[in-house]
């Protein structure tokens, strides 16, 4: 059987890289992963990662989800040398933090024109192809801020939350097709995506960093006391990006995957309380399609 071709976007560091070269490794050769990022010149931490499986079966491709031009000249290739996607991880993201006013409407931009537009526009270009192969799986690295809210990520978290509807709206519709859609949701990760949220011009969340001397003075004491409550989260809850690679890897060779995959035990925990019944979210699935009156 030939391997089933996978792509994966954000890959030049993190979960994206984690995922590439574990599905890459695979022992029995099942995937030939396009590993894909949007600047090829970070592509060194990747290709040292990838050691013997890179030109054989992990091959690193330049793609930007935020631009048409780059999805659709990559996607022309995927077709005609590989006869489609089978899998899609739409990995790619951006990070912003800090005081919701202060924040300036081109940072809100960058973060929904990666986060929010980037998925869609790749989950557009896969979808036709799978539809007519009747098989696909389509999975969306989303966060556990992606179901409940987080003080002062506030942009960032609706854009996830934005993913998490999508993903939920789709999926009932591509089970039609035996097109599989998956959220994982991780809680925090050990990854360079942190540092990227000051990178990418963003706004960002250390500790040590100066607070808008304008605001108000109990919305800056609020933000101090959960930049230090953050330090123990981050210490007490952190992921790598290993770890998440495992649970794609596993979700990927799932006979039926599941629409949600909280990563860490802790916040399934506080979410099954809070928010959910069935964390699997197929009770959700399978309720949509009831309500269509659809036959799966």
Not at 264 to 271: A, H, M, T, W
Request: hydrophobic share 40%.
């Amino acid at each position: 059987m030939a391997p089933k071709v996978v792509v994966i976007t954000g890959c030049s560091s993190g979960i994206g890289l984690e995922t590439a070269v574990l599905l890459a490794s695979d022992k029995e050769n099942r995937f030939k992963v396009f590993a894909t990022m949007r600047n090829l010149a970070k592509k060194a931490q990747l290709e040292i990662a990838a050691g013997s499986t890179l030109q054989k079966s992990l091959f690193i491709r330049q793609l930007d989800v935020t631009k048409v031009d780059s999805i659709d000249e990559f996607m022309d290739k995927i077709n005609q040398e590989e006869g489609g996607v089978d899998i899609l991880v739409n990995n790619a993201g951006v990070g912003q933090a800090g005081i919701m006013e202060k924040v300036t409407e081109s940072q809100m931009k960058t973060v929904y024109d990666t986060n929010v537009f980037g998925v869609i526009r790749m989950t557009q270009a896969v979808t036709p192809g799978m539809k007519a192969k009747r098989s696909g799986h389509i999975i969306n690295v989303s966060s556990v801020g992606g179901l409940i809210g987080v003080p002062f990520y506030e942009i960032c978290v609706s854009s996830k939350f934005a993913i998490e509807g999508f993903s939920e709206s789709l999926a009932p519709v591509l089970k039609q097709f035996n097109v599989s859609v998956s959220l994982i949701e991780p809680g925090t990760v050990q990854t360079a995506f942190v540092t990227n949220v000051a990178a990418n011009k963003t706004g960002s969340f250390s500790v040590d960093e100066e607070i808008d001397p304008d605001v108000d003075e109990l919305t800056q004491k609020l933000l101090k006391g959960t930049r230090t409550s953050g330090v123990s989260r981050l210490t007490n809850y952190m992921q790598t990006g290993a770890e998440i690679a495992k649970v794609i890897q596993e979700v990927i060779l799932s006979d039926k995957p599941h629409l949600h995959y909280i990563t860490s035990e802790v916040y399934k925990k506080l979410l099954a309380a809070m928010k959910f019944v069935d964390v699997t979210g197929d009770s959700i699935v399978e309720g949509i399609i009831q309500q269509q009156h659809w036959e799966t």
